[in-house]
């Protein structure tokens, strides 16, 4: 493993912080080295310095995306944290049917929900399986669900939609295993009828947000603890700016929106805390 | 130490001995079975760490199929075949279905003890790394309760802020009104 220098890691993590917002703690030598030591390698370089200058020349902008791929986290399970998923379940999502369901019987529902750090896509693909399993009359509806992710690697494994038997077997009961998924040697693929209902696209959520139009649920867990103050503010204003009026917002367990965005209300629903507009 | 449990299946019954005195002596506890059959009696009744079997064995139940029973019974054996050296091949194909090591005849006690130390590691990190992710569950389990209290009761007092402060400012009012009109705000806090 390549060894990083106390002037490199400044210099890495400025690029780091300019290319994708993520912050990364100056102290934490070991993870600027495992993260980024086989990027170096596999670029052709000696040292974090030369990574960098090489970045910065690199027009195609290939080995900026690998910093990025291997820098952002990927969250690898189905169902985490149940909390969330029974909040969506029997609060958000039946409450959203109810008022976005037309008076006139002929026209359909619309409904969009956005994952916006989707990883590798196990958050909105459960989002998905417990939309298939709600509704039954799927026809009726007209379902957008989003998945956006800063890393080109996680979003194209998470529009491949195939899992490996540790990242599927935690979390995922077997019923639901089997009946949303194919076998494919040691691997689990996603089926057409799921992977149909979902989207994913590349974003890094420091940038504006254009083109997405506005969402009755944003899912928006466990990314932004690894920006700093003052743009976890800017994000949360862009998120507010995204979401329907009666709309909702969920942010990961041990986050909190205390002192960051002042237009969310956090809302108890039994364990699970849930965030709509004042 | 070594309070590995280890079933030996052959039915060569020179091999089971030497085997069960071998592994008996390096301190692990240790079963024998002589066919299949009695291999499947056994892992129904007890578990085990590591299972050791030939590959060859008469009667229907050989070492593949022992290596199917015994994970089915339980995910986390671990499976060794023993092999006669031209039966590699079908030993590769084992550690397709799950085994995760093979020894050829005549077996090398110094190479069994290696690998059986090996799956020891392997299991204890595994072990290491669930017990670490459980109590990164529990952390955060309680830190997101404490943090979602904190958040409602932040959220509650900043309403009655606000409250206290539409009052102070509304002009329609006098002072000493608007101020008792805050005091009682706060008080039913």
Same mark, same amino acid.
């Given at each position: 493993m390549i060894k990083i220098t106390p002037s490199e890691i400044k210099t890495i993590s400025q690029y780091i912080y300019d290319i994708s917002g993520i912050f990364l703690d100056h102290n934490k030598t070991y993870l600027f080295e495992t993260r980024l030591s086989s990027v170096a390698e596999q670029s052709g370089c000696k040292s974090y310095q030369e990574l960098y200058n090489k970045a910065k020349g690199d027009r195609s902008k290939e080995i900026e995306r690998k910093i990025i791929d291997a820098i952002s986290t990927n969250e690898t399970l189905?169902? /985490?944290? %149940?909390g969330p998923f029974e909040l969506l379940q029997h609060k958000l999502l039946p409450e959203i049917i109810d008022a976005r +369901?037309? %008076?006139?019987?002929?026209l359909k529902t619309n409904i969009k929900i956005w994952s &916006? &750090? &989707?990883?590798?896509g196990q958050e909105l693909y459960s989002i998905a399986i417990i939309i298939k399993e709600l509704i039954p009359?799927?026809? /009726?509806y007209s379902i957008q669900l989003l998945g956006t992710d800063i890393s080109d690697n996680a979003i194209s494994q998470a529009s491949y939609g195939k899992y490996n038997k540790f990242e599927i077997e935690r979390g995922l009961p077997q019923a639901q295993l089997r009946k949303y998924f194919t076998a494919l040697g040691d691997f689990w693929k996603i089926k057409d009828e799921i992977r149909s209902m979902v989207t994913f696209r590349k974003m890094n959520l420091m940038m504006p947000f254009t083109g997405l139009g506005k969402f009755d649920i944003i899912f928006c867990r466990n990314? &932004?603890?690894?920006?700093t103050v003052p743009d976890r503010k800017k994000l949360f204003a862009k998120i507010a700016d995204t979401l329907n009026d009666d709309g909702f917002l969920v942010i990961g367990? +041990?986050?909190?929106l205390t002192g960051i965005c002042p237009r969310f209300v956090p809302k108890r629903h039994l364990r699970s805390i849930f965030y709509q507009k004042k | 130490m070594n309070t590995l449990s280890i079933l030996v299946v052959d039915d060569d019954p020179v091999i089971r001995k030497l085997l069960e005195q071998r592994l008996k002596k390096a301190g692990y506890s240790v079963d024998v079975a002589e066919d299949g059959y009695k291999a499947e009696k056994l892992l129904q009744k007890r578990r085990y760490d590591v299972i050791l079997t030939d590959l060859m064995m008469p009667g229907g139940i050989g070492g593949i199929e022992v290596l199917e029973i015994a994970k089915e019974i339980d995910q986390n054996v671990e499976v060794i075949l023993i092999t006669a050296h031209s039966s590699v091949d079908t030993a590769v194909a084992a550690m397709k279905k799950g085994a995760i090591d093979y020894l050829e005849k005549p077996i090398n006690f110094d190479e069994l003890f290696l690998r059986i130390e090996k799956i020891v590691n392997v299991k204890s990190i595994m072990r290491n790394a669930l017990d670490i992710h459980e109590a990164m569950g529990t952390t955060e389990q309680a830190a997101s309760r404490t943090i979602q209290d904190l958040e409602v009761i932040a959220a509650k007092l900043q309403q009655r802020l606000d409250l206290v402060e539409n009052e102070l400012r509304d002009?329609?009012?006098d002072p000493e009104s608007r101020i008792a009109a805050s005091l009682d705000i706060l008080a039913g806090f």
């Open positions: 189905f169902f /985490r944290d %149940k +369901t037309p %008076k006139s019987g002929s &916006a &750090a &989707a990883s590798t009359n799927l026809s /009726r990314v &932004a603890i690894y920006f367990s +041990t986050e909190s | 002009s329609t009012k």
